[in-house]
Nanobody, 125 residues
Framework: QVQLVESGGGLVQPGGSLRLSCAASGGTLDHYDIGWFRQAPGAEREGVSYISRSDGKTYYADSAKGRFTISRGNAKNMVYLQMNTLKPEDTAVYFC??????????????????WGQGTQVTVSS
């Protein structure tokens, strides 16, 4: 069974950057569709970005387009989320998730089978 661990969160000023990492153990991530989600206090978990296992295509929420980049690492157990030009509204706990999802349903959290514990991202001056 795949276990996921996120890292790379922290406190950053508006306009700054962070790179989140998602590391897998017990399996490799190249066999899975990968999604990055975030959840702010009192809000629902929302899909931020997705990378397909079949063709590597990437998808982004409107709020992330042009600022975030999802990628797979050279090591098959790593996926990254590069976040640039961060805004206070990006503050949330960020989760990576793995599953056999398909591009049409990538924003639906319940479609993913494996989740990490999350990493806190706080954007504040």
């Amino acid at each position: 069974q795949v276990q996921l661990v996120e890292s790379g969160g922290g406190l950053v000023q508006p306009g700054g950057s962070l790179r989140l990492s998602c590391a897998a153990s017990g399996g490799t991530l190249d066999h899975y569709d990968i999604g990055w989600f975030r959840q702010a206090p009192g809000a629902e978990r929302e899909g931020v970005s997705y990378i397909s296992r079949s063709d590597g295509k990437t998808y982004y929420a409107d709020s992330a387009k042009g600022r975030f980049t999802i990628s797979r690492g050279n090591a098959k157990n790593m996926v990254y989320l590069q976040m640039n030009t961060l805004k206070p509204e990006d503050t949330a706990v960020y989760f990576c998730a793995a599953g056999y999802v398909g591009t049409y349903y990538w924003k639906t959290a319940s479609n993913y089978d494996y989740w990490g514990q999350g990493t806190q991202v706080t954007v504040s001056s």
